[in-house]
């Protein structure tokens, strides 16, 4: 069973490493094995033997799977035998020093409360409170899961200033697009998620671009009312339209949008009607082999739909605005009142390794702080979580080149471990950021890939009888 195992290979606990581990295929199982064979080959305290997962409750799990794999060890060393476990009996083989060995489990189990085990966050809460001085992190703070109090205010602030403040065509504008500080709030706190997400405004003036349909609106009012029964009846005319495309039901009822349309007065801020394409040289073009009325009328039309989604292409670039406003203003707000998120720790540790005077030191600190890491799930990681472990792993201020996904993995010392674990067929976490392109870079990183694909969760019967089922 263990032939060719990860478990048990050589070179594992140094250098990089990606285990890939189908569901049910003993992942806990190799990871508790691999901490075991740390603390007795490379004589590492269980405090420096990190792991890493993503759930308290996966880590509450990983801490008895490594005590009872631990204490497993320590009863076959201590003459209890191995037991049915495959890996302590074919492990206790290949152990040089059995009575250190012994004393090392004995140690660990001793010293279980310190086992740093932990979730992404709660290493990086850690890290930074020990290292407080040199990275900058705030002494006292209060960690919070989310904080929309802060985030409203913030948005609310903007809100007032720029919107109650503005002009009156950015107000009907936010109005009729159902723009406000509530509809804005969680596509902000969505986009916060991903901290590196460029931001580009879609329209870079946008302001001065609310009133561009007024000109061309004005224009086909007074050509419609003049031009009206002339199209229409051109439009009704079967042998000069494609009759699929323009049904004389569809006619008229285009045509009455648009009469409602242009007899209300003072609606620039409403929705351009469907009716305003239908009517427009492109519609022509597109459904009637370019075959259309005589006159302005259709290009006219043209230039108000046009104008209307150059207007509407606004919400994008005021979104990009308050988006960029609040990544600047959130977290100077978050100091002032000592409350820190989640996402704040991993931003802290990014920039603390990214440092291009003090990271390397901090990296090489906490590699020697923890000579091996193991990453659990790493298919629910996101960028910022592997780029953290990246740069420690990798030596903290790598080049631009280097920190980008999928770049060639720099030099590193090969003393340092850095097993990562995962399937990328069990990621499912997109909606709180994770990237399965982040894991997918860990597996490009130029380590040694092993795989994990013998099912040891279901009885062989019950497999049988499955393929069997689906087989036929």
């Known amino acids: 069973m263990l032939r060719d195992h990860p478990v048990l290979d050589p070179e594992i606990l140094h250098g990089l490493h990606l285990i890939e581990a189908d569901a049910g295929t003993g992942k806990t199982w190799t990871l508790s094995g691999l901490v075991v064979r740390a603390l007795v080959e490379r004589a590492l305290d269980i405090d420096r033997i990190l792991v890493v997962t993503f759930t308290r409750a996966a880590t509450a799990e990983l801490i008895g799977r490594i ?5 497993q060890l320590r009863a076959a ?34 010293c279980m409360d310190d086992a740093a085990v932990h979730t992404i966050h709660g290493f990086c809460q850690r890290v930074l409170g020990e290292h407080a ?49 509530a509809t804005l709030l969680p596509i902000v706190r969505t986009t916060m998620q991903t901290p590196d997400l460029e931001i580009r405004p879609a329209v870079p003036d946008w302001r001065a671009r609310l009133d561009a349909p007024r000109a061309p609106r004005a224009r086909l009012e007074a050509l419609w009312w ?41 609606v620039l801020d409403d929705p351009c009607p469907k009716a305003a394409d239908k009517l427009s040289r492109s519609h022509f073009e597109r459904r009637n082999k370019g075959r259309q009325p005589d006159g302005p009328l259709p290009d006219a039309f043209d230039e108000v739909v046009r104008a209307y989604r150059e207007r509407d292409a606004c919400v994008a670039a005021l979104v990009a605005e308050v988006l960029a406003y609040v990544r600047r203003v959130l977290p100077e707000v978050r100091d002032a ?18 440092d291009p005077e003090h990271g390397p030191r901090f990296a090489a600190l906490l590699q020697a702080r923890y000579p091996l890491v193991l990453i659990d799930e790493c298919q629910d990681t996101d960028p910022l979580q592997w780029e953290v472990f990246r740069r420690i792993h990798f030596g903290g201020a790598m080049s631009a ?27 499912i976490y997109g909606f709180r950021g994770a990237d399965v392109f982040a894991y997918l870079d860990a597996r490009d990183q130029g380590g040694r890939r092993h795989r994990l694909n013998e099912n040891q969760r279901s009885d062989g019967a019950l497999i049988d009888g499955l393929n069997a089922l689906f087989g036929r």
Request: glycine share 8%; proline share 6%.
């Open 401 to 427: 080149a280097a920190a980008a996904p999928a770049s060639p993995a720099p030099a590193v010392s090969s003393d340092h471990g850095l097993i990562v674990v995962g399937d990328p067929k069990q990621s």
């Open 133 to 181: 001085m040199s990275t900058g992190a705030p002494l006292q703070t209060t960690l919070t899961a989310r904080d929309d109090a802060l985030l409203e205010r913030v948005l609310g602030d903007w809100w007032r200033t720029h919107v109650v403040a503005g002009p009156p065509t950015l107000v009907r504008f936010c109005a009729v697009h159902g723009l406000s500080p």
């Open 77 to 110: 060393l201590a003459g209890g035998g191995a037991g049915e476990d495959p890996f302590i009996a074919a492990y206790l083989a290949r152990i040089a020093d059995p009575v250190d060995a012994l004393a090392r489990t004995r140690r660990a189990l001793a």
């Open 67 to 71: 005590r009872a794999r631990i204490e």
């Open 226 to 266: 003049t031009g009206r029964d002339a199209m229409k009846a051109w439009l009704l005319d079967k042998g000069n339209v494609n009759g699929v495309s323009f049904k004389p039901e569809s006619v008229e009822r285009w045509c009455a949008e648009i009469d409602t349309w242009l007899a209300t007065r003072h």
């Open 337 to 354: 009142a000592g409350v820190l998120e989640f996402e704040d720790l991993l931003l802290r540790m990014r920039e603390a390794l990214a």
